[in-house]
């Protein structure tokens, strides 16, 4: 390969990943189940439960969330939403009631940001491990995607 068609090639990658990233949609914030849950089908919930402020959270949404929205990969297997806590914002539960979204996140004990939660919204119970905290954000999308898998697996299992 030249060194003239390594420039072009690289030149095109560097095109394509800012205007991927200039695509990239914040998640929808979660505010309310009862609608995903009646809107979900086949798919599951995965919650990003975050906090303003929070560089963690906003790298795991930008670095490795938006991405996988943005891919297209998991359109019917998941819905992706940001369930934002300690800033006052209210959540319609899957009952149609009002609640925190501070209470929904300590419901699934999950006061700790960032932290992904994988919930079958039909039982709203969690169907794969939740993810706490970032260790190593080059492994987390891999992470990620192996909890979606299992999730899947599981909510799909009779």
Sequence with gaps: M???TRFAALFASLIISFSSAADAQPLPVLENLQADQQNAGDRFLLVLVSQPD???CELVEEEVLEPMQLSGQYDGRLLFRNLIIHDG???TDTDGTMISASQLARRYNSSM???LLFI????GAEIADKMIGV???EMYGFYVDKQVKIAHRLKTTP
């Design 54 to 56: 929070c560089s963690y």
């Design 113 to 115: 940001t960032p932290t």
């Design 135 to 137: 260790s190593n954000i």
């Design 2 to 4: 030249t060194l003239r």
């Design 89 to 91: 914002r209210d959540v």
């Design 120 to 123: 079958d919204p039909q039982s």
